[in-house]
């Protein structure tokens, strides 16, 4: 069991906080772009094509697709963030045996 | 009333207390941590004090201390920590713990001394085993080169001799029959090995045999003497004045020489004796360091109680030696500043200290009336600490002169919000100073400076960072990008056609259109509820709007304060009854900065009330410069009707307050003079009283100390600073503008230049990115924005404060009141 520590505790620290942030922006990122927000239009990647024919759909569904990245990112902090909890526990628990 | 408004009135207090009582007078009146102690002996030395002897004592136990902590941390023992009040002790405690100390200190110097002998002979027994075990191959090699005089084979050993003196020496040998070789063997540091071969052969041109090997570095061996290497040598020489220069040489280069048997059987005697020899060593050593730690350990448990007993005595002797002790050596005169509304627990401390120590008399209390400035106390609390510690390291305040802190509560986190404006970061911000709030204990412990400075300011933060969020909602930036919650006021479809000028065509042969508010539809009429209009930040004549407005609005900022430190200039005035002042200083100021820098507040909101054409609006800054010059032609466009004459009117009548400011009040002051200089005069001629008025004359020749050369410059130089200064503060207060844009700009460079490039990643390998870059996005963020530009801000906003703000009122040349408090001597040292 002792070979799953990888990280001290400070690291596993700043992945926890960074991991939570992650969660809470990517997920917030994700419901505006999914929503179509107008504010967002520079992050959406769109190209001349995108504009002929039913131009409004296709953005929106370039909308969605960014929208949906944000959503699985933020899955994948999820994920980082929980190996981060792990790890901050089991340095606890390693600090309390040395004492 | 003790407040934050203006510092606490303070009394000079004489304190009678008797000498037995003495330490208990005084640790009370530490543990109140109310008043300090003026010093009633400043001529006399260092050595010259009383209780120059306590003192010495104390530092003595203090440095035992010291060395015991330091021999705890060595070997791993925890020091318990104490948290009650200990009482402080009198003078027999004193020699008691005196005693104790150096008991502890000469034990603890003799373990010491004993573990480093024993270790020594420890390593010396291990030189000896090593050289027995290693040698073995040695002597059998010699015992085959006398009985076969054939060249020894390459083996692990090392060859030191060349083969052909290996010949000569065999030819040698084979010559004169039956060798007697002696030898001597020991160990020397292998670096010095090379020299030592070399210096030895000169010597005997080869007329020896060296052997030797790498001593093997066993754990234990590694563990007691350290990781220097050393080499096991054995040379065997014919003769025995020979022998005499080799120990010479050895003992140039430091190696130790061991005797070793010669036959096999002693050599193997010999080297059990050794083993046993270290056994019982490890075993001594083992019960040595056990001993040891138990003595630490017992003393471990007291260490800081002692400690901070100790602190305290010392904090008391040195009192003592400020006090002044009577002839009859039963009294103790001392003299105390002290708040006026703490007197009666001052009081109430020194009686319970006297009935402490059992004395029958009370102390007495005598409030004496002074000519000296007291000590500047502001009462403060967590929460305005940090803000009353940031205004007392430009200058601590005058006696009773207006504190600025209050206002710099509100006023300081709005200036830095101001320069920062952006709700993400100012969100993080405030959430990392919650979290320093609630472990602010914790993490003092860390006892790093810089985590001190952080603590220290973490309201300081906490309020930063919430109106950081305010002036974010209001600039509409978070993280750069803006919110739309109110719904815009601008709407582009009615520019296309039927309303307006724009073809579906248009769009393809343009790459900028300008939305133009005046055709009907496109601008709703009203603005936006609450803060800038999201249109803006997708605009790309963004910059240009909200340089203008950000400008204008640190100018509004900016004279608002300056007015607001003019008018607290005025409290000041009141309290110290200096009426004159009032209309010599204040009015002049007030009007000379209302009719220039408030008519220029009044023609940027009158500009943004009307309604203009941007093609023909008047820059405000061209009409102010206009006004100064006096520059009326008839092609420049203005404002209102009848603004020339408004505007003649104010510059003449700020001209006119110059010399009021820098003429009336140093005229006044040489008239009064010139009056009192006559009035004695003719009392001295009226009287015949000659020793009154030869007094009373010279009385006032002492209040004319300051010529009438020095107040004239003095004025003049504070009119200048105030008249130029006025121009020049309002122009620093353009920085509001410029590190506000400066970290949008930076806010929106990270978010394209690193967020952007993972969001429009569209294939699957995006959401990977996206996490990648988004970490990257993260730590820039927290090391560039927040750190790097929230020290910026705050800096800047911090001379904002210093300067163009405290310059208009705040004298700053106060003293701090410093008491005897053992609170703060103890967390101060630890």
């Known amino acids: ?99 | 009333m003790s407040s934050l408004f203006r510092s606490e009135e303070m009394c000079l207090v004489q304190l009678f207390f008797q000498t037995e009582s003495a330490h208990n007078c005084i640790s009370e009146l530490g543990h109140l941590g109310l008043v300090q102690f003026k010093d009633l002996n400043p001529g006399v030395a260092a050595f010259q004090r009383r209780f120059v002897k306590e003192v010495k004592k104390c530092e003595e136990m203090e440095r035992i201390l010291r060395y015991l902590e330091k021999e705890m941390v060595k070997s791993n023992i925890v020091i318990a920590a104490t948290k009650e009040k200990e009482m402080v002790p009198c003078a027999r405690d004193v020699l008691e713990l005196e005693s104790t100390f150096e008991k502890l200190e000469q034990e603890l110097r003799e373990i010491n001394r004993n573990h480093a002998a024993l270790r020594q002979n420890l390593i010396e027994l291990m030189d000896i085993d090593s050289l027995l075990r290693m040698t073995e191959d040695f002597f059998e090699e010699a015992e085959s080169l006398l009985t076969y005089s054939e060249p020894p084979s390459e083996d692990s050993v090392s060859m030191t001799v060349s083969s052909h003196i290996t010949s000569r020496r065999n030819s040698n040998s084979s010559t004169s029959g039956a060798l007697h070789l002696s030898f001597i063997a020991g160990v020397i540091k292998q670096e010095r090995f090379p020299a030592f071969e070399k210096v030895l052969w000169r010597l005997f041109h080869g007329n020896f045999v060296l052997r030797h090997t790498e001593m093997q570095a066993t754990e234990e061996l590694q563990a007691v003497r350290g990781a220097v290497k050393k080499d096991v040598f054995i040379i065997f020489v014919q003769g025995d004045h020979v022998r005499e220069k080799i120990r010479k040489v050895c003992e140039g280069f430091r190696a130790s020489l061991y005797s070793c048997p010669k036959t096999l059987y002693e050599r193997k005697q010999m080297s059990n004796s050794v083993m046993t020899q270290m056994e019982d060593l490890r075993m001594i050593l083992r019960r040595t360091e056990e001993y040891r730690a138990g003595v630490l350990t017992r003393a471990a448990e007291h260490v800081q109680e002692w400690g901070s007993k100790v602190k305290k005595m010392k904090a008391i002797y040195y009192t003592l030696n400020l006090c002044n002790i009577d002839i009859t050596q039963k009294l103790i005169v001392a003299e105390i500043w002290c708040p006026v509304s703490d007197l009666t627990l001052v009081q109430s401390a020194l009686i319970k200290g006297s009935e402490q120590s059992g004395s029958s008399v009370t102390p007495v209390l005598n409030r004496i009336q002074t000519q000296q400035t007291p000590p500047t106390f502001n009462r403060t609390n967590t929460f305005t600490e940090g803000f009353q510690a940031i205004i007392d390291a430009y200058g601590v305040g005058t006696y009773l002169e207006i504190n600025p802190a209050p206002y710099t509560i509100v006023t300081f986190p709005f200036l830095f919000a101001v320069m920062f404006g952006d709700c993400g970061h100012g969100l993080v911000m405030t959430l990392f100073a919650v979290w320093v709030i609630s472990q602010a204990e914790s993490l003092r412990k860390w006892k790093n400076e810089l985590t001190d400075v952080v603590i220290g300011g973490r309201y300081i933060i906490l309020l930063m960072g919430m109106f950081s969020i305010y002036t974010g909602l209001i600039y509409n930036d978070c993280f750069s990008k803006s919110f739309n919650i109110f719904g815009s006021s601008w709407c582009v479809r009615p520019m296309f056609h039927a309303h307006g000028p724009w073809q579906n065509e248009t769009l393809h042969e343009y790459h900028h259109l300008q939305l133009n508010p005046f055709v009907p539809g496109v601008y709703s009429g009203d603005p936006y509820v609450f803060g800038i209009d999201p249109v803006w930040n997708i605009a790309s004549n963004k910059l240009s709007f909200l340089n203008s407005f950000k400008m204008k609005m640190s100018v509004i900022l900016g004279v608002s304060h300056m007015l607001f430190g003019v008018a607290l200039s005025l409290v000041n005035f009141v309290h110290f009854r200096k009426f004159q002042d009032i209309f010599l200083q204040f009015v002049p100021q007030l009007i000379f900065m209302l009719s220039l820098f408030g008519y220029l507040i009044f023609l940027i909101l009158y500009k943004w009330c009307i309604t203009l054409r941007s093609e023909t609006a008047p820059s405000i800054l061209l009409l102010f410069i206009n006004m100064m010059l006096f520059d009326y032609q008839s092609e420049h466009v203005l404002l209102y009707r009848g603004q020339k004459g408004v505007q003649i009117f104010l510059v003449l009548t700020a001209v006119l307050m110059v010399p009021v400011l820098l003429l009336v009040k140093p005229f006044l002051i040489y008239r009064t003079r010139m009056k009192t200089r006559h009035q004695v005069f003719r009392n001295n001629l009226n009287d015949q009283h000659g020793t009154d008025t030869r007094s009373s004359y010279s009385q006032h020749q002492k209040d004319e100390m300051v010529s009438m050369g020095d107040i004239f410059v003095y004025q003049a130089i504070h009119t200048i600073e105030f008249c130029l200064g006025c121009i020049s503060n309002t122009t620093s207060y353009l920085r509001l503008w410029a590190l506000s844009l400066a970290h949008a700009e930076l806010s929106e460079v990270l978010w394209r230049m690193v967020l952007q490039v993972g969001l429009k990643i569209s294939s699957g390998m995006g959401s990977l990115m996206l996490v990648v870059l988004f970490a990257a996005f993260a730590v820039l963020t927290v090391t560039v924005l927040l750190i790097m530009e929230g020290l910026s801000a705050f800096l800047h906003a911090l001379r904002l404060h210093w300067v163009e703000f405290q310059n208009k009122f705040y004298e700053g040349s106060g003293y701090k009141f410093t008491p005897l408090s053992f609170d703060s001597l103890l967390k101060t040292q630890q």
């Open chain 1, 1 to 99: 069991m002792a070979s799953l520590l990888f990280c001290g505790p400070k690291l596993a620290a700043c992945g926890l906080v960074l991991s939570i942030w992650g969660v809470i922006m990517l997920a917030m990122l994700g419901i505006f772009f999914t929503t179509h927000s107008a504010v967002l239009i520079e992050d959406v990647p769109f190209t001349e094509e995108d504009f002929k024919g039913e131009a409004l759909q296709n953005i929106y569904k370039l909308y969605n697709q960014v929208g949906y990245n944000c959503f699985i990112a933020a899955v994948l902090y999820v994920g980082i963030g929980f190996l981060s909890f792990c790890q901050v526990r089991l340095n606890k628990r390693k600090e309390y045996l040395v004492h």
